[in-house]
């Protein structure tokens, strides 16, 4: 590999042009910025140095040349492939700095829930040696409570569809069937 092929190649702006037409597809919020990042990542993928020497080597006397506007020196198929390539790198690198963030965090959430299970647990043990008094409250509480089993409802709460009416009181008027 040729160094001066590779900065050759990162300086060329027609395959400057096509590198960020293909990273749009990868990269559709920001082509441009991903191919500036990477442009040396991009252009020293293998082979690519070969086919621009070579390039270079069959038209040693056409200025007008350019290398880079050639589909068939750098193809797009490589271009292609070559910001694959190098998005995996960058994803993955992405990947490992988000696992190490969220494992910071949830080591940091862990913490503060032992700090809050620590103070709980103080909490309760100054509850239960200093319990505090209530006037109206039981000197003690059976655990589990159990409620008192329900009483009968009174009698005049039974409801028997075959019995007379009640007799009314001095204040109701009497109801007639």
């Known amino acids: 590999m040729s160094y001066q092929d590779v900065a050759n190649m990162a300086e060329d702006w027609p395959l400057r042009m096509r590198l960020i037409a293909a990273a749009a597809?990868?990269?559709?919020?920001?082509?441009?910025?991903?191919?500036?990042?990477?442009?040396?990542?991009?252009?020293?993928?293998?082979g690519w140095d070969a086919a621009w020497t070579y390039a270079r080597l069959t038209h040693p006397d056409d200025e007008d040349y350019e290398p880079g506007e050639d589909e068939g020196v750098i193809t797009d198929a490589m271009i292609?492939?070559?910001?694959?390539?190098?998005?995996?790198?960058?994803?993955?690198?992405?990947?490992?700095?988000e696992i190490a963030a969220e494992n910071a965090n949830q080591a940091r959430l862990q913490a503060?829930?032992?700090?809050?299970?620590?103070?709980?647990?103080?909490?309760?043990?100054?509850?239960?040696?200093?319990?505090?008094?209530?006037?109206?409250?039981?000197?003690?509480?059976?655990?589990?409570?159990?409620?008192?089993?329900?009483?009968?409802?009174?009698?005049?709460?039974?409801?028997?569809?075959?019995a007379p009416p009640p007799a009314a009181t001095p204040f109701e008027e009497p109801i007639h069937g």
Request: aromatic share 6%.
């Open 112 to 162: 503060e829930t032992d700090r809050q299970l620590e103070l709980f647990t103080k909490q309760r043990e100054l509850e239960i040696a200093n319990p505090i008094i209530y006037p109206d409250a039981p000197a003690a509480v059976q655990l589990p409570y159990t409620p008192p089993e329900e009483a009968e409802p009174p009698v005049e709460m039974i409801l028997d569809p075959n």
């Open 25 to 46: 597809a990868v990269h559709p919020d920001n082509p441009m910025t991903f191919v500036e990042e990477q442009i040396w990542r991009i252009t020293g993928q293998p």
């Open 80 to 97: 292609y492939d070559g910001i694959q390539q190098v998005s995996g790198a960058v994803r993955g690198r992405e990947t490992d700095a």
